[in-house]
């Protein structure tokens, strides 16, 4: 089973800053990886996948890089509703497909 | 651009059964696999099972192993999770997320609540 490693836990940004969360994988997941973006009390919902396709209805603030083992989500310039769990997940080698722990990203 | 939505959830005793659905709109369910993911309580997701579109391969997590069961209805565009021998630790909002090209989850439910506590 590949494990996914999200750091930091938790992120505090202020409004119009950047944020940059990371995860890892255990082993490669080559470009197999998703992000996605969970609000209080609300599903998750898909943001990036492919490391570094947006998904539908995700504005270009979001980017997503990395390959292999080592992965990046960028969100250049947070906007109140980014604010948020986020969430990785490999899709290389399944099953299982995992999730890391998730990055909370809350206002400063 | 389709819609999920989670039925059946409820209290329930360790060691009972309980069944939850997930039904389908907007999309051509029997193109497509199905997957439950767990949320318990304050904690990440966790992949719980997975069934192909035709029904033909079916995956479980280890932890839910011989104790749930997934199965789908193309005809009435449903999916569900048959669980049993509950325990404490299955307590979890369950939630029915479609599969994109065998893994990435484009399309999520709301989820459906499942207590297990005596």
């Known amino acids: 089973e590949i494990v996914m490693t999200q750091s930091p836990a938790t992120l505090s940004v202020s409004p119009g800053e950047r944020a940059t969360l990371s995860c890892r994988a255990s082993q490669s997941v080559s470009s197999d990886l998703a992000w996605y973006q969970q609000k209080p009390g609300q599903a998750p919902r898909l943001v990036i996948y492919?490391?570094?396709t947006r998904a539908t209805g995700f504005p270009a603030r979001f980017s997503g890089s990395g390959s292999g083992t080592e992965f990046t989500l960028t969100i250049s310039s947070l906007q109140s509703e980014d604010f948020a769990v986020y969430y990785c997940?490999?899709?290389?080698?399944?099953?299982?497909?995992?999730f890391g722990q998730g990055t909370k990203v809350e206002i400063k | 651009q389709g819609q999920l939505v989670e039925s059946g959830g409820g209290v329930v005793q360790p060691g009972r059964s309980l069944r939850v659905s997930c039904a389908a709109s907007?999309?051509?369910?029997?193109?497509?696999?199905l997957h439950w993911v767990r949320q318990a309580p304050g904690k990440g997701l966790e992949w719980v099972a997975v069934i192909w579109y035709d029904g033909s391969k079916k995956y479980y997590a280890d932890s839910v192993k011989g104790r749930f069961t997934i199965s789908r209805e193309n005809f009435k565009n449903t999916v569900y999770l048959e669980m049993s021998s509950l325990r404490a630790d299955d307590t979890a909002v369950y939630y029915c997320?479609?599969?994109?090209?065998?893994?990435?989850?484009?399309?999520w439910g709301q989820g459906t609540m499942v207590t297990v506590s005596s």
């Open positions: 997320a479609r599969d994109w090209q065998v893994g990435k989850f484009d399309i």
């Open positions: 907007g999309f051509s369910f029997s193109s497509y696999g």
């Open positions: 997940q490999q899709y290389n080698n399944w099953p299982p497909w995992t």
């Open positions: 492919d490391a570094s």
